[in-house]
């Protein structure tokens, strides 16, 4: 099932008229201009609820505390075999179902761990689990659709898109203080270049050019994964004054960059690109940039030390 289908079949026939009349006017009108408690008590008591039957939904203790990383362990629980056995229990379309309860008491989950975490505050709609996270960050303030990401990780049009996914680009990326971050090595002379590196090549070299990084945390590609890449060659960055890590490896498909902090994996870019000529990353002060080329035509590509 798509994300519209999931909507339309499990969600809309329990909207309110109005709302059903102009959806459009229900997702951005504020249901609580007077800013009642009670409305934000009613958000916190389904997130509640959502941690409460955490367990029996997944069968396992997620270990929901409210943090950044409990929606990285929600979001690698949420698979289409969990929501077709969801989907099938009690009527479709009713209040009863639950996947509508799933989905409405851990969209207010997801919202309660950005407002906790990230100084953001709920925004009300009608219904109300169509309300918005209003966070502002680095990148400006805007209203986050936290129920919407629930249907569309849940949906089979955009598979491989998680929750985490959303949570990490709309929310943690946004709100990074990579200033912050411990330093893991010194960036004192250049590091060498890696050779058709594989999984377990690629650990010794870490463990012996930068030992302060321990681990390349759970987000890292897997050993199947990373071979499936079949990178010719990986180069090594130190940045943001030893914070961080950069992996810059070429396949025959185009430039894959990944950053490693001190807990392990942050984020990782493909930029699609020629073989040959093979592609450069340099350092410049603040900022990495990445010469390509593509269809022959050089292109250009700069973003800040900690990434996009």
Same mark, same amino acid.
């Given at each position: 099932m798509k994300a519209e289908d999931l909507f339309l079949r499990f969600f809309f026939p329990l909207y309110p008229a109005d709302a059903r009349a102009d959806l459009a006017k229900a997702r951005t009108v504020d249901a609580n201009p007077g800013k009642n408690s009670a409305i934000r008590m009613h958000l916190g008591d389904a997130a509640s609820t959502f941690v409460n039957n955490a367990t029996t939904l997944f069968g396992a203790d997620l270990g929901l505390d409210g943090s950044d990383a409990s929606v990285h362990r929600l979001s690698a629980a949420l698979t289409l075999e969990r929501r077709d056995a969801w989907a099938a229990i009690g009527d479709v379309g009713s209040a009863d179902n639950a996947l509508f309860n799933a989905v409405v008491h851990g969209a207010a989950y997801v919202g309660a761990c950005i407002v906790r975490n990230h100084h953001a505050e709920w925004s009300a709609r009608r219904p109300l689990w169509e309300s918005v996270?209003?966070? +502002? &960050?680095? @990148? %400006?303030? %805007?209203?986050? @659709?936290?129920? !919407?990401?629930? /249907?569309? &990780? /849940? %949906?089979?049009?955009? +598979? %491989?898109?998680?929750? @985490?996914?959303?949570?990490?680009? !709309?929310?943690?990326?946004?709100? @990074?203080?990579?200033?912050e971050l411990p330093v893991i090595a010194s960036p004192v002379g250049a590091l060498p270049r890696l050779n058709r590196p594989q999984y377990n090549s690629l650990h010794k070299y870490l463990r012996a050019h930068v030992p302060q990084l321990r681990d390349v945390g759970r987000d890292f590609p897997s050993p199947e994964r990373f071979a499936a890449l079949d990178l010719g060659w990986i180069d090594f960055h130190l940045v943001g004054g030893g914070r961080m890590l950069l992996l810059a490896g070429a396949s025959p498909k185009g430039l894959h960059l990944t950053w490693l902090s001190a807990t392990g994996f942050e984020k990782a870019v493909f930029v699609a690109c020629d073989a040959v000529p093979a592609p450069i990353v340099r350092l410049q002060r603040e900022r990495i940039v990445a010469v390509t080329s593509e269809h022959g035509r050089i292109r250009t590509h700069e973003m800040l030390w900690w990434g996009p």
């Open positions: 996270v209003r966070l +502002q &960050s680095r @990148a %400006g303030e %805007g209203d986050l @659709a936290v129920f !919407h990401w629930w /249907l569309k &990780s /849940l %949906g089979n049009d955009e +598979q %491989g898109v998680t929750l @985490a996914d959303r949570y990490r680009a !709309h929310v943690e990326e946004p709100c @990074a203080r990579p200033e």
